[in-house]
């Protein structure tokens, strides 16, 4: 109703523009109209702001008390004074602890590698052809995502005792790999739903084979996804406790059980000065891949 009242003044006063000046209430009305209109925009901007900031605020905090604690002189919880101890301790008297972050790195680009390849051919697979027990495929593939932890840590440890695997690197490299296949199937599906088909074919036509089509086609096509997967394979691997926690053995400490191990007797500021490098690490890396990304799918 207020849209069409305003419309009719709108209409009214094109139509008595040059002729003579619009009355006083029509003109009092449209512009308290208009401020309403802008108040309640002004309004709709501060509230998005705000809740902008606050989400912000919450996500970093923790990020930015990680940041000055790894400056203070102490291991108290009070600031004492500025110091680069824990970064020199890090650096040149923590070898336990590159030990397992080196164990990490390992595990968390080998398994994210060979997950992106499997999950990657999946993906191709179930979007291409059409078979019977493709339904299942898709629906157990999600299983390892939604299903807890836990469970998954447990009927690891319960497969890799069965058939006599002794627990190491390569039991985590396996789990690893295991509970990152799925993630990678859903990015690189997710890809290949968006492009059209119909490039396939012309291919096809075209005189492509299924491993030229395969490589020059549908591979290009989908790298944004397929680096998207291999970047979030990498990221779960890092950050993996609770399965890892249940298929290592001596010698497989990764960083997780490391600090969880260390945080048992104190927090140590070198573990805050660990995950300040890491951070740093992570944006110099990710930031530059998710350009190269934006630009690659644009083209």
Same mark, same amino acid.
């Given at each position: 109703?207020?849209?069409?009242?305003?419309?009719?003044?709108?209409?009214? !006063?094109?139509?008595?523009k040059g002729i003579r000046p619009l009355p006083p209430r029509i003109a009092n009305f449209e512009e308290a109209a208009? !401020?309403?209109?802008?108040?309640?925009?002004? #309004? /709709?901007?501060?509230?998005?702001?705000?809740?902008?900031?606050?989400?912000?605020? =919450?996500?970093?905090?923790?990020?930015?008390?990680?940041?000055?604690? @790894?400056?203070?002189?102490?291991?108290?919880?009070?600031?004492?004074?500025?110091?680069?101890?824990?970064? $020199?301790?890090?650096?040149?008297?923590?070898?336990?602890?590159? !030990?397992?972050?080196?164990?990490?790195?390992?595990?968390?680009?080998?398994?994210? =590698?060979?997950?992106?390849?499997?999950?990657?051919?999946?993906?191709?697979?179930?979007?291409?052809?059409? =078979?019977?027990? #493709?339904?299942?495929? #898709?629906?157990?593939?999600f299983l390892p995502m939604i299903m807890p932890e836990i469970i998954v840590g447990v009927s690891l440890l319960v497969?890799?005792?069965?058939? /006599?695997? #002794?627990?190491?690197?390569?039991?985590?490299?396996?789990?690893?790999?295991?509970?990152?296949?799925?993630?990678?199937?859903?990015?690189?599906?997710? !890809?290949?739903? $968006?492009?059209?088909?119909?490039?396939? $074919?012309?291919?096809?036509?075209?005189?492509?084979?299924?491993?030229?089509?395969?490589?020059?086609?549908?591979?290009?096509?989908?790298?944004? /996804?397929?680096? @998207?997967?291999?970047?979030?394979?990498?990221?779960?691997?890092?950050?993996?406790?609770?399965?890892?926690? =249940?298929?290592? /053995?001596?010698?497989?400490?990764?960083?997780?059980?490391?600090i969880y191990s260390a945080i048992r007797f104190g927090v140590s500021p070198v573990i805050n000065a660990l995950s300040?490098?890491?951070?740093?690490?992570?944006?110099?890396?990710?930031?530059?891949?998710?350009?190269?990304?934006?630009?690659?799918?644009?083209?």
């Amino acid at each position: 109703m207020k849209l069409r009242v305003r419309a009719f003044y709108r209409a009214l !006063r094109a139509t008595l523009k040059g002729i003579r000046p619009l009355p006083p209430r029509i003109a009092n009305f449209e512009e308290a109209a208009g !401020r309403k209109s802008r108040a309640k925009r002004r #309004k /709709g901007i501060a509230l998005s702001d705000f809740v902008y900031g606050a989400v912000i605020v =919450f996500l970093f905090m923790p990020l930015a008390v990680l940041l000055v604690y @790894s400056f203070n002189s102490s291991k108290s919880g009070s600031w004492t004074g500025f110091s680069l101890q824990w970064y $020199e301790k890090l650096f040149l008297g923590s070898g336990d602890l590159w !030990r397992a972050f080196l164990n990490s790195v390992i595990i968390a680009t080998t398994s994210a =590698f060979a997950a992106t390849v499997l999950g990657t051919l999946a993906a191709v697979g179930t979007a291409r052809y059409s =078979f019977w027990y #493709k339904p299942y495929i #898709k629906s157990m593939s999600f299983l390892p995502m939604i299903m807890p932890e836990i469970i998954v840590g447990v009927s690891l440890l319960v497969f890799f005792a069965g058939i /006599g695997l #002794k627990l190491g690197l390569v039991t985590v490299w396996i789990a690893h790999t295991t509970f990152n296949i799925p993630f990678v199937y859903m990015l690189v599906s997710a !890809r290949l739903e $968006e492009f059209d088909p119909s490039i396939i $074919e012309a291919a096809r036509d075209l005189g492509a084979s299924e491993v030229q089509t395969l490589t020059r086609v549908i591979l290009p096509i989908t790298m944004p /996804g397929i680096a @998207s997967g291999f970047l979030t394979a990498v990221t779960l691997s890092l950050e993996d406790f609770v399965i890892t926690f =249940f298929v290592a /053995g001596p010698g497989s400490t990764t960083l997780p059980l490391f600090i969880y191990s260390a945080i048992r007797f104190g927090v140590s500021p070198v573990i805050n000065a660990l995950s300040v490098v890491m951070v740093a690490g992570t944006v110099l890396l990710v930031y530059p891949a998710r350009n190269f990304l934006k630009v690659y799918a644009a083209h």
